[in-house]
């Protein structure tokens, strides 16, 4: 034979063994894609009833994990009701900061035809969602959780009306705007008392800093991206206020100067030098989230949006005032889920 023809027959026979070895590794990757478990969609894992109260678990697919969601059954159980989401602070419920161990917001809700949904979990994350996982903070993807996996999951599993109202308070007063802006009507009434809505800017980058940094221990790289990210504008409930017309609102703020019932709060909460830090906290924090405030308003006015304000001359950062809020903005929130 040829020495051209050996060469034809040794090339023929190298590749018919990379054409075999190349569909060796495509069946078996099928054969691995084919046998690869589901994902696991979101779900309510388990509901333990105590009393009006019922404790569930509810699986998410996005954060990969169950979420406890505690809820105020309505108080005529055999009835329909709407949902309405009470968002905590910055600690999400998951310490003694929360609606449930600081205020008497549930026995104000207790006579009223309301499911009363209290997230527990997501400490210091804005209940956004967040471009990576955060070494400290976790997996968080709550944007996705309550506008898409949680509103179907709590209607069938507490039959309710399909309306919903939203509040939250201090960190969560900028989360509650964000996500009704990620799903305009999803939420009819949303309320948002002490929040800080600007977040793109410098002292809002900073408040946001502070708040996951500073005091939760993450890292808002995780979060937003750097600074010069269009997620903080993508995020901002300021920037996008276009997307809360037609959403009944409901916004306050104190002015951050101290009565002295919130001084003795503060010093006699914490003797000594940290009373007098956590005093000048409360006046701080309260005097940025006002002129947070001030700014949405301005941009809402502008827009021909309406809402309802109330921006008291006095108060500084803390519960009662938030609870003064809430039975302030109750009329507005009961319109918004038909009640």
């Known amino acids: 034979m040829k020495l051209s023809a050996l060469r034809n027959v040794a090339a023929l026979r190298t590749t018919a063994v990379a054409l075999t070895a190349a569909l060796s590794v495509a069946v078996i990757a099928a054969g691995g894609a084919a046998s690869a478990e589901p994902e696991k969609p979101s779900a309510v894992s388990s509901v333990v009833k105590d009393g009006r109260t019922w404790h569930l678990k509810v699986y998410s697919a996005a954060m990969k994990k169950d979420i406890t969601i505690d809820v105020q059954r309505p108080v005529d159980e055999s009835k329909p009701a709407p949902n309405f989401y009470m968002l905590n602070g910055l600690d999400a ?48 993807k709550w944007t996705t959780f309550f506008t898409q996996e949680l509103p179907p999951l709590l209607d069938a599993t507490l039959n309710s009306t399909g309306l919903n109202a939203l509040a939250g308070l201090s960190t969560s007063g900028t989360s509650v705007l964000q996500l ?9 009434s949303v309320a948002a008392y002490s929040g800080c809505a600007q977040i793109a800017d410098p002292m809002g980058k900073q408040a946001v800093k502070f708040s996951v940094e500073t005091w939760a221990g993450g890292k808002t790289a995780n979060m937003y991206g750097a600074d010069n990210d269009p997620a903080w504008t993508e995020n901002d409930p300021v920037v996008n206020a276009e997307k809360l017309r037609g959403t009944n609102l409901y916004i306050s703020s104190g002015s951050g100067m101290p009565t002295n019932a919130d001084v003795a709060y503060y010093l006699n909460g914490s003797p000594g030098p940290m009373g007098v830090v956590n005093l000048g906290l409360g006046i701080g924090i309260e005097a940025a989230t006002n002129a947070c405030s001030q700014n949405l308003k301005a941009k809402l006015d502008s827009l021909g949006i309406p809402a309802t ?18 039975h302030e903005s109750w009329p507005l929130l009961a319109q918004g889920m038909g009640i």
């Not at 006095?314 to 809020?325: D, I, L, N, S």
Request: charged share 20%; hydrophobic share 35%.
């Open 93 to 140: 419920g998951e310490g003694s900061a929360s609606w449930a161990a600081q205020t008497n917001a549930l026995d104000f809700l207790a006579d009223k035809q309301v499911n009363v949904i209290q997230p527990i979990g997501g400490r210091g994350s804005y209940y956004t969602d967040w471009k990576q996982e955060d070494p400290r903070l976790g997996l968080n």
């Open 180 to 188: 009704a802006e990620a799903k305009p009507g999803l939420f009819k």
């Open 309 to 326: 304000y109330q921006f008291t001359p006095m108060g500084t950062h803390y519960w009662p005032y938030w609870e003064q809020a809430l």
